[in-house]
Nanobody
Framework: QVQLVESGGGLVQAGGSLRLSCAASGRTFSSYRMGWFRQAPGKGREFVAALYWSGGSTSYTDSVKGRFIITVDNAKNTVYLQMNSLKPEDTATYYC????????????WGQGTQVTVSS
């Protein structure tokens, strides 16, 4: 079955950087979109970034544009989220997700990794 396993979260000071990883297994993901979402305490889950596994355009929520970068390493079957210039408001649990094609639902989710940014 599909497995998405996130890692790389932690505690960092404001202005610092972290790189999250999402190791994907269980099928060929070439037709999938891969995304990162986050959920802060007391808030709903929000979209952060996404890309097509096979390449092409990326998308970001406005609050992370210019600071976060989503990439994929096909050889390692891993999706990354490079997070720079972190702010306290980026504190959340970050989740990796997968969706089939351009219109598919986000059917597969990882367990999440905690990111805490101190001021």
């Amino acid at each position: 079955q599909v497995q998405l396993v996130e890692s790389g979260g932690g505690l960092v000071q404001a202005g610092g950087s972290l790189r999250l990883s999402c190791a994907a297994s269980g099928r060929t993901f070439s037709s999938y979109r891969m995304g990162w979402f986050r959920q802060a305490p007391g808030k709903g889950r929000e979209f952060v970034a996404a890309l097509y596994w096979s390449g092409g355009s990326t998308s970001y929520t406005d609050s992370v544009k210019g600071r976060f970068i989503i990439t994929v390493d096909n050889a390692k079957n891993t999706v990354y989220l490079q997070m720079n210039s972190l702010k306290p408001e980026d504190t959340a649990t970050y989740y990796c997700a997968a969706a089939m094609g351009a219109r598919g639902m986000w059917d597969y989710w990882g367990q999440g990794t905690q990111v805490t940014v101190s001021s």
